[in-house]
């Protein structure tokens, strides 16, 4: 099924890195990939927690955290015949903290939804990676 990843090494530390990505919120300040981040409910990210996103070009979907940790998270959704699941996760190594974001779709209509938005979600991936990297590390 579509896999689609982006690694990014971010010169700040973990806890940085963790607090810009888990403020989803505030995501639209930093990746012009995403026009609108809504947390439905009160309170901060936690398992559980539904996030309604709206992409340039794309509809709005409602995301449900399913891992939160000191590593990252993870978030499926599933709609019109697809399932997905997107994972952002720390790890530290020599070069600083590297932040893998993932995001697999799998269902009937995931060839084909796959084929025709291949390359818009391979453009929004890195334009998140990079604005992550910049916002962690202060230079945006």
Do not use: C
């Not at 000191?70 to 952002?88: E, I, K």
């Not at 720390?90 to 070069?95: G, I, K, N, T, V």
């Amino acid at each position: 099924m579509p896999d689609h990843e982006e690694t990014v090494v971010v010169h700040a530390s973990s806890e940085r890195v963790l607090q810009v990505l888990t403020e989803v919120g505030r995501w639209p300040e930093w990746t012009p990939s995403m026009s609108r981040v809504e947390l439905l409910g009160s309170g901060p990210l936690q398992v559980g927690s539904r996030v309604r996103i709206k992409q340039p070009r794309l509809p709005s979907v409602v995301w449900q955290v399913s891992d939160l940790g000191s590593d990252g998270f993870s978030w499926t959704n599933s709609a019109a015949g697809v399932a997905s699941f997107a994972d952002h996760r720390l790890s530290e190594d020599a070069d600083g903290i590297r932040v893998r974001l993932l995001l697999r779709q799998h269902g009937p209509l995931a060839l084909l939804l796959g084929a025709l938005t291949a390359g818009l979600t391979r453009r929004y991936l890195r334009m998140e990676a990079d604005g992550l990297k910049r916002r962690s590390e202060g230079t945006d």
